[in-house]
C-alpha cells in the first residue's frame, strides 16, 4: 500500500503472472481481473476508502488493455464493491454497501467459514420467513397452500434419504416463495437459494439434514398450519425449525474450524440452481 496526496491510502493491486502457467501476453478477461480486486477488498486487504490505481497504471500491472480494466471497474462498481467518480479516481466502498450477489464469497473466504457473515445470513432467513408464510396464508391458493403442505410433509419423513430431504425442502421452500404472489419476495429467495445450493454452503445443509430429527416436529407443525391457515401456529413454527437449524449449521462450521478435517463431504444431493 502506497500514500497518496494527504496521507491517503492508494491501493496495490497484485500484477500479472509472467510465470510458467501463463505468458506475458496473455489476455486477463474482465472477470479475472474484477475478481482479483474483489478478493483484496473482500479479505480486507483493500480498505474502505482507499483509491486504486488509475487505469493505466493497472493495465500495466495486470497485463491487459485498458478496455479490460474500464470494464471490470464497471463490474466492480455494479456489485457495489468500489465507487467512481470524476476527479478522484475509484475508491473502495464499505462492504456493508455492497449487492447481494457478493454474499456468497463472504461466508466462505477462500474456502474457509466465515462465520460473523454466516451468523448474518442465517439471521436474514430468520426474518425473511415469517413475511413470506403471511404473504402466503393471505395470498396463497387453497391449492397452493395445499401443496405447500404436502411437501413440507414429505420433508418430515424420517426414512427419506439425506439427499431427497434436501430436495424435498427445496421445492417446498420454492412453493411457499411462490405461493406469496410477491415479485420482490421471489428475487431475494432465487438469492437466498443460490447461497445455499453452493459448495461448501451445500455440504452443509447435507450434515444438518443427518439431524433433522431434531426439527421435523417443528415442520410437521407448519405443515399443519399452513392447511389451516393459522398464521400465529405458522409463524412460530418456521421460526422453530430455522432457530433448531441455525444452531445445527454453526456447530458444523465451528466443528470445520477447529477440526478442519472434519468438514463434510460432498454427497449425491444435487439440489437444483
Not at 149 to 162: I, K, M, Q, S, V
Not at 178 to 197: G, I, K
Not at 261 to 266: L, V
Request: glycine residues 6%; hydrophobic residues 40%.
Amino acid at each position: 500500500m502506497t500514500q497518496g496526496g494527504e496521507g491517503e491510502r492508494v491501493a496495490k493491486v497484485p500484477t500479472g503472472s509472467g510465470s510458467g502457467e501463463s505468458s506475458p501476453q496473455r489476455t486477463v478477461l474482465r472477470d479475472e481481473v474484477a475478481e482479483r480486486i474483489q478478493a483484496k477488498i473482500l479479505s480486507g486487504a483493500l480498505r474502505p476508502g482507499d483509491r486504486l490505481p488509475p487505469e493505466r497504471e493497472l493495465a500495466e500491472r495486470l497485463r491487459v488493455n485498458r478496455s479490460s480494466i474500464r470494464e471490470a471497474l464497471k463490474k466492480l462498481e455494479q456489485l457495489g464493491l468500489v465507487t467512481s467518480q470524476q476527479g478522484s479516481g475509484t475508491r473502495v466502498q464499505s462492504i456493508e454497501e455492497a449487492s447481494l450477489d457478493v454474499l456468497m464469497r463472504l461466508l466462505f473466504l477462500d474456502g474457509h467459514p466465515n462465520i460473523p457473515w454466516i451468523r448474518d445470513f442465517l439471521d436474514l432467513r430468520a426474518a425473511f420467513a415469517p413475511g413470506v408464510v403471511r404473504l402466503v396464508i393471505e395470498r396463497g391458493s387453497e391449492e397452493e397452500v395445499r401443496e405447500i403442505a404436502e411437501l413440507f410433509n414429505r420433508c418430515a419423513d424420517t426414512g427419506l434419504p439425506d439427499p431427497d430431504y434436501l430436495e424435498a425442502v427445496l421445492s417446498a421452500t420454492d412453493s411457499l416463495a411462490r405461493a406469496s404472489h410477491n415479485r420482490a419476495v421471489m428475487l431475494l429467495w432465487n438469492s437466498l437459494r443460490r447461497v445455499q445450493t453452493q459448495l461448501p454452503f451445500q455440504n452443509v445443509l447435507v450434515a444438518t439434514a443427518r439431524s433433522r430429527d431434531r426439527f421435523v416436529p417443528g415442520i410437521k407443525r407448519l405443515a399443519m398450519a399452513l392447511e389451516a391457515r393459522d398464521l400465529a401456529t405458522a409463524e412460530r413454527a418456521v421460526l422453530d425449525v430455522l432457530a433448531r437449524t441455525r444452531e445445527l449449521i454453526l456447530a458444523v462450521l465451528e466443528a470445520m474450524v477447529d477440526q478442519p478435517e472434519a468438514a463434510p463431504r460432498s454427497s449425491r444431493a444435487r439440489p437444483r440452481a
